[in-house]
């Protein structure tokens, strides 16, 4: 079972950057994938960008396409979450999960940490 943590979040105007982080723990050899997911209030919890957990493959979500970048630092079994070109609507709490099986699919993600705030203002 893999734990994990996100750190990074913070408030920043539009057009603004911020780097997510969220580092891992535990056993990880089962695992194929790390992804990033964001909850507004009100909101259903929504996929914003996966890595496989060599850190070989990625995909994103359309919204953010060209704009985020997700990258993994395997030596401090850390995953990255690059955000430029900010939006107010990325405003959201940011999730870490992990999930086995197929990393082509966006469903089957667990292990979530305790999310970490970012906010954008106009």
């Known amino acids: 079972q893999v734990q994990l943590v996100e750190s990074g979040g913070g408030l920043v105007q539009t057009g603004g950057s911020l780097r997510l982080s969220c580092a891992a723990s535990g056993r990880s050899f089962s695992y194929s994938a790390m992804a990033w997911f964001r909850q507004a209030p009100g909101k259903e919890r929504e996929f914003v960008a996966a890595?496989?957990?060599?850190?070989?493959?990625?995909f994103y979500t359309d919204s953010v396409k060209g704009r985020f970048t997700i990258s993994k630092d395997n030596a401090k079994n850390t995953a990255y979450l690059q955000m430029n070109s900010l939006k107010p609507e990325d405003t959201a709490v940011y999730y870490c999960?992990?999930?086995?099986?197929?990393?082509?699919?966006?469903?089957?993600?667990?292990?979530w940490g305790q999310g970490t705030q970012v906010t954008v203002s106009s």
């Open positions: 999960g992990a999930k086995r099986g197929l990393f082509t699919e966006t469903g089957g993600y667990g292990n």
């Open positions: 890595i496989s957990w060599g850190g070989a493959s990625t």
